[in-house]
Structure formats: structure tokens, C-alpha cells
């Protein structure tokens, strides 16, 4: 059987070896051979978080741990700052309004950052804003929206900060502490490259600070004190509150590991490298990149637009029948306006990044445009398996 080549923005294809280490025997989530598992899995995770403070390791989707964030962190009636460039800025806002939380919310047109400037208007101009809750990587648009200017602007007027790494963090550089990030919010199955089932939240000690002085019930599981009782009271045993995905856990051990040998920043190169391949590529075969600037196209998805003389959809299913590769289109409003690629997980190799440039050009020809073969393939360096 020829394995569909994952090349979505999430979930990933993951490397064989983390998939073998998931075959281990049942396993409790509790004792002291979890506890060393789980320890280590934290001491990494935190590496690659660059904190040095609370770090939780959550059973669930991303979306689950910032809802636990905000309804940890705020309660109903607060107000929060959303700006909002995309489908995930959307999502968030979700959240916020199911916490019956007040949101103040500033768009950018689809494909354009979220700029500090932005942000620092609208903290001046809304003083009751108690804090900020944004996208870094706005996975449906391919953009990365500047976090270290942004923080900085929430920063300088003293408003926490909560972010959704969810599709960034381990891809990109995101220093939580030296950045100032109050909770940041990310998942085991994008960069991390295994399968889902965990989520990964940091929360600073103002983060703490904020959250004890919320007096509003919040539900149980979500409420991060219930987290921090079972740490601080039952880690040397059972250091969560609920049954967790051991297998899971056991997984992320094994690609943090990797990640830490391979060494963090070659990681970004890597990711960088496929995506420069894929854009170079894309725009030798005519597409235009719905990200022009290269200041703020994500190096972990890219998302191109259509010629005029092809459908998006008939190149997105003409690569997943002919070629096996998976690629994902355009979400809302953007939907048959653009297709995207992902560069995560195995989708950064060479192997990947050529099967779908090749993919891309027969694409064409089905749709009776004439490319001559390895057209596409002219930035290939840095590419490796
Ligand atoms: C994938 C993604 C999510 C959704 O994560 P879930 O684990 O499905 O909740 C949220 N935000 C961003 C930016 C994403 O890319």
C-alpha cells in the first residue's frame, strides 16, 4: 500500500520511529515509571517552550487548553483583546464569547499580518482591556503575525498575553519568557509531529496571579488550579487529574527527544528550506502566493493562489490521486481561492517537497497546460530526508 504523503497543515505524518514507540505495552499514568516518563517529557517540552515557569501537559485538543486559558484566566464580564486575520483569530474569538467574556476585536484583510501598531492602538484606545488573545501562526492564511512586536506593545501597557502557538510553536522561534507570554498554547500533533491527543500550555506567574485573583466558578477539568493541585500535591505519584494517553505521552518523549538531538534551529531551517522550495516552485509554475511578503509568509504553511486557467479543487484531487499528496484548501471566504501546503512533519523532507512540486506540474497538464518536466524544481537546496 503507497502512504498518502500528508502535506495538510495538521495533523502530520509522523517519522516511523515515533510511531514504533507507540506500540509499548499499556502503561498507567501513575507510579514511578510514569512519573520519570512524564518528568522528562516536561524537562524537553519546556526547552523547547523557553520557560522556565509552569508548563501542563493537557489531554485534549489545542482548542480545549486556550479555552482553559481564558476561562481560567478571565471571567465573564472581562474584556479581551482579539485581533483577528483568519479562521483560527475566529475561532478564538469563539472561545472568548463562550466564556462570556467581552471581546474587543480589530481585523486584518485575509493574507495580511496583525502589526504591534495595530494592537497598541487598540489597547490605548480600550483601557478596560484586561488581556490579549491572539494567533501567532494563522494557519488557514499562511501568515505569521509578528508575536515579539505584539508582545512587546501588550507588554508596555501591562496586559497579559495568551497566545495560540498551536501551529507554531517548534516551528518557529516563540522564547516564552523573553517574549513575555502569559499562556501559550500548543499541541502535540503539529510540529511536535505525533499523533493527537495532547496539548501543551505554559502560564507564567502573572498568568497564576490573574487566575487566582478570578473568583467566578469555572467547571472543573478546564480550571487550571485543578492542574496545579494535582502537580503540586500528587506529582511525585499521579501528576495529572485525569487517565491520560500514555501511549501518546510515550510518543512525545521520543520526538522531543529528536527534536532537542537534532538540534531546535535546524529544525527551522529545515522548515524554511521546504517552504523557499515550495514557493520558488509554485511561482516558476505561475501561481502567485496569497503571502507575498516573504517578512511575514509562514515557513510552515504556504498558501498560494489559482492561475486563471485552473480550479483548485481539480489540482488539489489531481495531487492526491495521481501523486498520493494530501494538500488542504482555502477555509470560508477562501475557499477554492487558494490551496495550501504544509511543511510540518515529514512534509518538510525532500522526498515530500518534490513528490508535490512534480505532483503540482502534472497537475497542470491534466488541466492542458504545457510544463516541461522539473520546472518546479528550482530551489531544492537545504532539502534533506
Ligand atoms: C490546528 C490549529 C488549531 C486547532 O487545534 P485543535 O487541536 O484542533 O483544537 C488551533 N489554532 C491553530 C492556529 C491551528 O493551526
Not at 40 to 49: D, G, I, N, R, Y
Not at 163 to 168: G, K, P
Not at 185 to 200: C, F, M, R, Y
Not at 360 to 365: I, Q, V, Y
Request: charged share 20%; proline share 6%.
Amino acid at each position: 500500500m503507497t502512504r498518502t504523503k500528508l502535506m495538510i497543515p495538521g495533523p502530520v505524518d509522523i517519522s516511523d520511529t515515533v510511531r514504533e514507540a507507540m506500540a509499548v505495552p499499556s502503561m498507567p499514568h501513575y507510579g514511578p515509571a510514569w512519573i520519570r516518563l512524564y518528568d522528562e517529557v516536561l524537562a524537553m517540552a519546556k526547552q523547547v517552550f523557553g520557560t522556565r515557569h509552569d508548563l501542563y501537559i493537557l489531554s485534549g485538543p489545542g482548542t480545549m487548553a486556550l479555552e482553559a486559558a481564558m476561562s481560567s484566566a478571565l471571567e465573564p464580564g472581562d474584556s479581551v483583546l482579539i485581533p483577528i486575520n483568519g479562521f483560527f483569530g475566529d475561532r478564538t474569538l469563539s472561545v472568548a464569547e463562550g466564556c462570556a467574556l467581552e471581546p474587543v476585536v480589530v481585523q486584518a484583510a485575509l493574507g495580511d499580518p496583525i502589526t504591534p501598531e495595530m494592537v497598541a492602538d487598540a489597547l490605548d484606545a480600550h483601557p478596560q482591556v484586561q488581556a490579549l488573545a491572539i494567533v501567532h501562526h494563522e494557519t488557514s492564511t499562511g501568515v505569521l503575525n509578528p508575536l515579539e512586536g505584539i508582545a512587546a506593545a501588550a507588554r508596555a501597557r501591562d496586559v497579559p498575553v495568551i497566545v495560540d502557538a498551536v501551529s507554531s510553536l517548534g516551528g518557529v522561534p516563540l522564547p516564552v519568557d523573553a517574549w513575555g507570554i502569559d499562556f501559550c498554547v500548543s499541541v502535540a500533533n503539529k510540529t511536535l509531529e505525533t499523533p493527537p491527543a495532547l496539548a501543551l500550555l505554559s502560564i507564567s506567574p502573572r498568568g497564576w496571579e490573574m487566575i487566582e485573583a478570578r473568583t467566578a466558578r469555572r467547571g472543573w477539568y478546564l480550571d487550571l488550579r485543578t492542574w496545579r493541585w494535582y502537580a503540586e500535591n500528587w506529582g511525585d505519584w499521579h501528576p495529572s487529574p485525569v487517565t491520560m494517553p500514555t501511549s501518546n505521552l510515550y510518543a512525545l518523549h521520543h520526538s522531543l527527544s529528536a527534536l532537542l538531538e537534532e538540534g531546535i534551529e535546524r529544525r527551522y531551517a529545515a522548515y524554511a528550506a521546504a517552504a523557499r522550495a515550495a514557493r520558488q516552485g509554485l511561482r516558476a509554475l505561475g501561481f502567485p502566493m496569497f503571502v507575498e511578503s516573504e517578512q511575514y509568509a509562514s515557513p510552515l504553511t504556504t498558501a498560494f493562489r489559482m492561475r486563471a486557467d485552473v480550479a483548485a479543487a481539480d489540482i488539489a484531487q489531481h495531487l492526491l490521486d495521481d501523486a498520493g499528496v494530501m494538500i488542504s484548501g482555502g477555509i470560508g471566504e477562501l475557499r477554492g481561492k487558494i490551496l495550501r501546503v504544509g511543511h510540518i512533519g515529514q512534509a518538510r523532507t525532500r522526498d515530500y517537497v518534490v513528490a508535490f512540486l512534480l505532483g503540482m506540474e502534472n497537475a497542470l497538464r491534466a488541466a492542458g497546460v504545457d510544463v516541461p518536466v522539473g520546472q518546479s524544481l528550482v530551489a531544492l537546496e537545504g532539502l534533506e530526508n
